[in-house]
Each structure stands twice: as structure tokens, then as C-alpha cells.
């Protein structure tokens, strides 16, 4: 699928760099956006002084060079500044409790340098191990099964609501120890936080609703904690609890932090690829044939699903600890840096024909959807498990799904569907 340009207001140029980072309704097709960059300037500082890197080489060095730092980024990235509005500063500067919550659900792992980034990962990893993981099949398949099921009989869907997030939601719940009743409140405060962060720096009522949702998050978890005291499992948050109690140099709040994001990162992306992906078979009728055809090819499928429109557009923010020489240009000490993903997996260096949908890619697996160095997505083996299941059950139970009308993604910097609505064409 060759990407179309996308043009300004005027329709005389295209779109900028700046205009994609800040506008969420520009980033419906940016890809000549960033194939332009991309052969002009692979690692590129913007007007606002972030650099953004589009190429797959650039994007390698730095997510594992240990002089960029995610930490430096994230531990004042809710925090307001001199650049907002005054009402927001006001807010900040009169609630200290404000300030609490959203340092102690900053400390999640997926924001830790080293030493901390390994001492928190390793506390979770085993759990998030492929033999661990393929543990969960059963009931990812039980939990599967009862989603298509409630489809059934219905002869249009809401595909969001209806199909992509439901697996992931439970699956994470179960595995936390997080009640599922709860998903309608953490899933909106993931939705809120989730996004908004990976683009500079959040601003004006994006930063409202994130600092809302840090503090929901804080005092959910905080109140969940302390329940689960003396009625200890062997779920997510009773690992990370024994942990705290024998001694391992873990907090409450680091308790939080981690807490907030399994729960974040375990649904919210998950169901985004599988919306994504859906919508690449209902505009690729060849594609979806195939895979009704050749069920056997549907983990190739997925992961070109995630490379040529993963859940997530953009790394979270950077920091250059030092001044690092990449791809000609030298990143200065303190700079911020962003990773493009849409961009470095349409690198044609390294992916052939790229905007072309190929399931027999012989290089499938060097995506960057899951990121890449220390931080590589820590739940990547479960959003495989969950998107090839589901996938095997659409294309056997819903393999006649057509598009109602074209869907709109979300304001945030995830990619993904408000809503995605599909009728099956056997029930006309």
C-alpha cells in the first residue's frame, strides 16, 4: 500500500514533522512525511529542539545506548512548567498529593535507568517468559471462545468494544490480581495516560487528564495493596508484594508504579493491534481470504501486522546523558530524543517494498514494534499469544466481516481505533 501525501490546510504542502508530533489528526497516514525525512535527515532536530529518529539503523544505536536515558524524560514529563498555563501550575503547586501520586506511578520500570530498570524487571520477568506464557493458552483460548460467542447472533459490531479489548483485559486482570469488575475505570485512566505521554511533553488538558489519571491510579493501587495484606497469591501483585516483605529493595510506591503499568501496557496496546490488524484484513480482502485459507500463517501475519501498523507510533521520550555522535549529527547533552516506530519499520533499508503488506517477509521479526535494547516490551511474548489466538477464532468464526464505515483513530499517540464498526455479511 503505497502512502498517499498528506497535505496542510492550504493543500500545498505537506505535512511537517512538528505538525505530526502535535496534531493527533495528522497522523491518520504520515508516511510520506516520514519517508521524506527519513532520506533527508534520518535523525532530525525539530524547531522545538526534540530530536526524531525515522531510521531503523539510528533507532537500534540509541534505544541501547546506555548515555540515553528514559528516566531523565519521565520523572518530571507530567510535571507543569513555565510553558503552562497558569491554572494548572496553580493546581500542581497547592496539592501536594497530586505530586505523591504522580511520583509514585512514575516509577515504573519501563521509566528506570540502571540498576533500577533490572532489579524492578526481574522481579516480574519469569512470569512474562515464553514457557510461562504458554501456560495461559487454555484460558486465553476459554476466554476467546466466550468473546466470539457473544458475537453470534449479532449482526453488526463495534469491534473495539466488542472484539479487541475484552481478551486482553481479562488476561492481564487474571494475571495481576487485579479485579475485573474494575476495567471500566482503569481502562479510561489508561487512555487518558497511555498516549499522551509519548509526544514531547503533554500540555494544556492532555496534561489535566494525565495527572487525573496518575492520581486514580495511585489510590486504586494503594487501596488494592492494602487489602491484598495477609491474603498474599501467586498473581503479579502478590509477587511484587513478597518482594517488598523479604527485603528485595523494593517500595510501596515502586509497588504502584509497576502495578500501573502491566496494567496499562497488558490491554490497552494489545487491543490496539488487534484492531489494527482487523482493519488491514477488511481493507485487504486478499489478505483476509489467505489467512481464512491458511490459518497456519497467521503468526507471520501478526507480526507484519505489527510492523506495518503497530499499536504504538512513537518511542517514549529520551534524554541524551552525553553528547552522542549518530547517523552524521551529534545529539547534545540534555536533548530530547523520540523514536518514530511507524517510521524505523517502513525503513526501506531494511524492509523491502515497505509499504507493501508481505506475510512471507524473510526478515519479519526486525520490526522495532516491541522496541529494541533493555527496554524490548516485557509483555511482547503475551501480545503475541493473545493477537494469534484471537486472530484463528475471527478467521474461523467472523470470516465475513465488512466495513460498516471508515474508522477514526484516536487522539493519542497509540495507534488506534474510537471505534471500529463491521457487519458480517452472512447476517444481511
Known sequence: MAPSTVARNDDTAKLTIEEILSNPAARTDPYAVFDELRSQSPVHRTNTGVWVVTSHKAATQLLRDPRVSRWEAARTETYPDEQDDAEIQEIFAKDPELKTAIDATGLMLINRDEPDHTRLRKLVRHAFLPGAIAEWQARIDEAT????????????????????????????????????????????????????????????????????????????????????????????????????????????????????????????????????????????????????????????????????????????????????????????????????????????????????????????????????????????QLALLEARTMFRAIVQHLPDLELIEPPTYHGLATRGFKELRVRRRSLS
Open 145 to 380: 471462545d466466550a468473546i466470539i460467542e457473544r458475537t453470534r447472533h449479532k449482526k453488526e459490531l463495534e469491534f473495539i468494544r466488542d472484539v479487541a479489548f475484552p481478551l486482553p483485559e481479562i488476561v492481564i486482570c487474571e494475571m495481576s490480581g487485579v479485579p475485573h469488575k474494575d476495567h471500566a475505570l482503569w481502562s479510561q485512566w489508561s487512555h487518558d495516560s497511555v498516549g499522551a505521554i509519548r509526544t514531547p511533553k503533554p500540555r494544556g488538558e492532555n496534561l489535566r487528564r494525565v495527572q487525573e489519571a496518575q492520581r486514580n491510579f495511585y489510590h486504586y493501587f494503594k487501596a488494592l495493596i492494602a487489602k491484598r495484606r495477609g491474603n498474599i497469591g501467586d498473581d503479579l501483585i502478590s509477587i511484587l508484594m513478597k518482594a517488598e516483605e523479604e527485603g528485595q529493595k523494593l517500595s510501596e510506591d515502586e509497588i504502584v508504579g509497576t502495578m500501573v503499568m502491566l496494567i496499562q501496557a497488558g490491554h490497552e496496546t494489545t487491543a490496539n493491534l488487534i484492531g489494527t490488524g482487523m482493519m488491514i484484513l477488511l481493507t485487504h480482502p486478499d489478505l483476509y481470504r489467505d489467512l481464512r485459507e491458511n490459518p497456519e500463517r497467521i503468526p507471520q501475519a501478526v507480526e507484519e501486522f505489527l510492523r506495518f501498523d503497530g499499536p504504538a507510533q512513537f518511542s517514549l521520550p529520551r534524554v541524551a546523558l552525553e553528547d552522542i555522535d549518530c547517523e552524521g549529527v551529534t545529539i547534545a547533552k540534555g536533548d530530547r530524543i523520540i523514536i518514530i516506530r511507524h517510521a524505523v519499520n517502513r525503513d526501506p533499508a531494511i524492509f523491502s517494498n515497505p509499504h507493501h503488506i508481505d506475510f512471507d517477509r524473510p526478515n519479519i521479526h526486525e520490526h522495532q514494534a516491541f522496541g529494541s535494547g533493555p527496554h524490548v516490551c516485557l509483555g511482547r
